[in-house]
């Protein structure tokens, strides 16, 4: 594969070429890295927000409304959905990508799923580099769309500018996100299903529940949207474009863009040493043999083998 | 702390000792390579027990049911339940131990709840350290009770000699399970609640879901099971001790052991570098700059790094 021919063409704007090098971080391929150094530095520009919620709340719904709002505001958009992938079966859930199809045939709107099958270090390695070729591809505003609310989809959600928490009456309650930790992350609150019995009071809970935390530079407004009948979705836009505008006069925003760069970068480089060290005991039939024999225990190997990587 | 004291009292069965060494793998203390050390050689006659399912499926109740299996087979038993903590809460979900008060007197029956706070790597490498402090302790088997189904807890269960997977109708089905990975990972299935409607529904899923899969050398079989009247929980015990001979006479259970003992050192030897790797890339003003001017991109960073730990 070409890797400069492909590098141009994300910056060229080609959605073919946008398209191909998204696969190259899905399949962790290595020519990752020097697609990766040559776009860097055209990187910067694209907001991004995540969307994150329990399946069945309507967060496709609400991705393809915001992409409305976007382009009705000029933005080039992109939808990226991050697809939960087993190790073990391999299969990747396809979002419902139908309902995007009113945006189809716009030249400045993509929409890719995203499995992270191949990548080292799973959706949370994988989405930002995704995030970054969109970016160096001009798209203003990168959606990142996660299924659940497990500790991978909070930590893709935590790493976008803007992170939206979509709930539904009876799905997804406010206490099982406590527990997952999605209270903190999130700048955005959105109740869908508003015409639902039992919004108000998921409303109501939440607000209460935000209430408890501690006070933050940034308030996290709670808001009751029906998608399928465009209820709050002007509000939604707006309160997402105010937080905006917070995050970049403040300051936040760039401060959360650099922990997460050191956050990454962390991570790629312990993912490296971490292929290293598993080659290393596979060599090792001595420390094999000695672990077999209850001679060392794990922590003791793994200090042995950590100390002796780094000599 | 006296550590030697402590390792003393864990070999020597006493429940105050186990309970305060477990506290140690909690909150991942220092202190716990040295008791890991001085526990290791009296480790590996204890049969382990993994019980997954969805919140609600009654796997509490068929802990207390095992529990009562073991003790009437002559076993010593200890039930260690998985709570999962969230990074940012910080809390800890205790499971209802209320069931397990009929075994609250008996000195061979030890049950603990176990948050993974201050471990380093989460849960994935606590419960491996204190299943083996119990496991020194003389307990004949140890049931790791896990909470929800996703990664880490599919990763928990994998981690034990037989790996009990529990279903009920209308909570948790199949093809979720199937996306999670959790099929493969099985080797006995109990569908609970099986006097609900819809359970034998649940029952013929899952067969046929089993089917679709590649032969394995140990088919794993689908029970039914109503905690609450006891039906089916002999059968249940009788299918574990089929799987323990199983894996015993095959090799099946020391190939596993040995398998997850390797990936058990890698992971703490990758997380030893990736604390030298944080340490090294905040002391590096020099890349920091050089990453915020965007002359060098995530993955050459990473690979700066890796590379000056080693030299």
Known sequence: MDIEALTQGVLDREARAVARAISLVEDGRPELATLSAGIYRHTGSAATLGLTGAPGVGKSTLATALVRAARAAGQRVAVLAIDPTSPYTGGALLGDRVRMQEHATDPDVFIRSMATRGHLGGMALAAPEAVRILDAAGFDLVIVETVGVGQAEIDVAAATDTAVVVLAPGLGDAVQMAKAGILEVADVFVVNKAD???????????RQMLHLGPPRPWDPPVLATAATTDEGLAELWSTIEEHARWADASGARDEK??????????????????????????ADA??????????????????????????
């Open 196 to 206: 639902r019995e039992g919004a108000p009071a998921v409303v109501r809970e939440l």
């Open 257 to 282: 863009r650099r922990e997460r760069l050191l956050r990454e970068v962390e991570s790629l480089g312990a993912e490296r040493l971490r292929l290293e060290l598993t080659a290393a005991l596979q």
């Open 286 to 311: 001595d420390l094999l043999a000695r672990l077999a024999a209850r001679e060392v225990d794990p922590y003791g190997a793994a200090d042995e083998l950590a100390g002796r990587m780094r000599a």
